[in-house]
């Protein structure tokens, strides 16, 4: 048997490390985006098309964003322990049958249940870290655990790279190892708190709701090209997300513990947080795949190549969140999310303006792409920060939970929004559609920052428990 400190420190390395890997997934997977294409036939005759591709990134968003929220409430009711062992085998599992997939709705299909395993674990994470630790080392694990995402996209490009180089399988299966000693540690170390029967259930016909609401707008979106905007099945597409989002925000009024308490939202910093998060990540989302797909079907590099010349953007995105914490403290979240998020449209137009038909890494990518991460080190940060700042405490941890779920919803927003300009083109055909894209990111990136001066509203209203 461990002793206290021996367990204590198995814990954290369990709770950082699921954190770490569930947060690492988006990043490898973009990178191995266009080899999962071309080894599973996208774009040939008769087989999927690359809107029908989007759905292996924009299936993971959509379930993780649902379920986040109603998933911690159920720890609480079922014990933190077996929700988190339980989400953990099954993002290990899914992954596994993810790279064994032989077709894209195979994959997308367990992308689903890995995001479920995710949805699962990554709120318990942190729960079962806080219970482990005396109130003295809270704030820096806090800290270390959220700190898990910017290292993550630092790391990320570059390990996605390095295993989509052996094979875009590589990139589901390295899950496997690291996940089962995980497991380990997670049955070894934790230690289950007594679950609260009397927790209310959470909303999960509200969340299966919402999921529908984002999936038929991305449908409608990403299909439109194929299908026509004018195509009845566009048409009920895009008219279907509408009236699931009505009947989420009449659920969500009724329910007692809905995923979207109404009360959250009348707490102007935090609605004005979530509306620029989700707009922020529209174009974030759009911009990081664009940049991708140019390098490797326009530039011809490899995942490889590509991963490592995207790192630098990653990179830029802790260092900058360090400096700005430590040079401007006394600056408002607000400021420096809009900051952020000018610097990134800066970035865009330069991409704009320098990107050509022929590879030149140095002075056409590199300047705009490191103005894109200089710009999410500063916004990124402080929009989870300042969502959650006039909150009550108790409300605290719902709220970074329903921040976090806008950025989901927008990554997938953005992709959508990519694959609807873009089409089925791919290559030098595309290229006229990248561009356009890098145009949008860049206004959507505008309406962010204006959206992000709401975030410095100070009137509070009574929010319930």
């Not at 380990?184 to 299966?208: H, K, S």
């Not at 007692?256 to 910093?269: G, M, T």
């Not at 809009?338 to 890494?361: F, H, K, Q, R, T």
């Amino acid at each position: 048997m461990p002793s206290s400190s021996q367990r204590t420190r198995l814990i954290v390395l369990a709770t950082i490390g699921a954190a770490f890997m569930s947060s690492l997934d988006l990043f490898v997977v973009n990178v191995a985006f266009d080899d999962i294409g071309r080894d599973l036939r996208v774009g040939s005759v008769g087989g999927p098309t690359p809107a029908d591709l989007s759905w292996v990134l924009s299936a993971y968003a959509v379930t993780f964003a649902a379920l986040l929220v109603p998933f911690g409430r159920l720890a609480d009711r079922y014990g933190r322990k077996r929700m988190f062992v339980g989400g953990l085998t099954l993002f290990v599992a899914a992954s596994v049958a993810c790279a064994l997939s032989a077709g894209v709705w195979a994959l997308v299909a367990f992308r689903v249940l890995q995001a479920a395993g995710a949805a699962a674990m990554t709120p318990t994470s942190l729960g079962i870290l806080m219970g482990a630790l005396p109130p003295e080392r809270r704030v820096g694990a806090v800290r270390l655990w959220a700190a898990t995402g910017a290292l993550a996209a630092a790391f990320g490009p570059s390990v996605g790279g390095v295993l989509a180089q052996l094979s875009w399988h590589w990139v589901f299966l390295i899950n496997l190892p690291i996940g089962l000693v995980l497991l380990w540690l997670a049955v070894t170390a934790v230690e289950d708190v007594r679950p609260d029967g009397d927790a209310v259930r959470p909303d999960l016909v509200g969340a299966a709701v919402l999921a529908g609401a984002v999936g038929l707008l991305a449908l409608g979106l990403t299909k439109s090209n194929d299908w026509g905007w004018a195509s009845s099945r566009t048409v009920w597409s895009l008219a279907g997300a509408v009236v699931l989002t009505a009947v989420f925000a009449w659920q969500s009024a009724r329910h007692v513990s809905p995923v979207i308490h109404p009360a959250l939202l009348r707490v102007a910093s935090f609605r004005y947080a979530n509306l620029a998060m989700l707009v922020f990540n529209i174009a974030f989302a759009a911009q990081l795949l664009v940049g991708i797909l140019w390098l490797q079907q326009i530039w011809g590099y490899s995942a490889l190549r590509t991963g490592f010349a995207v790192a630098v953007g990653p990179l830029l995105v802790p260092v900058t969140a360090a400096l700005t914490h430590r040079l401007l403290p006394t600056t408002s979240h607000a400021r420096l999310v809009a900051v952020g998020s000018i610097v990134c449209a800066l970035g865009n137009v330069y991409l704009v303006v320098a990107m050509g038909s022929e590879p030149d890494y140095l002075t056409g990518y590199l300047p705009g792409w490191a103005l894109g991460g200089i710009g999410v080190g500063f916004a990124l940060p402080n929009l989870m920060a300042g969502g959650t700042r006039d909150l009550p405490p108790d409300q605290s941890a719902t709220g970074s939970a329903i921040v976090t779920m806008a950025r989901q919803i927008g990554f997938v927003i953005g992709i959508s929004i990519l694959f609807a300009i873009v089409g089925s083109a791919q290559g030098l055909a595309a290229q006229d559609g990248f561009v356009t894209t890098w145009w949008v990111a860049a206004g959507a990136l505008v309406g962010a920052a204006v959206l992000a001066l709401g975030m410095s509203a100070t009137t509070r209203e009574s929010v319930a428990a």
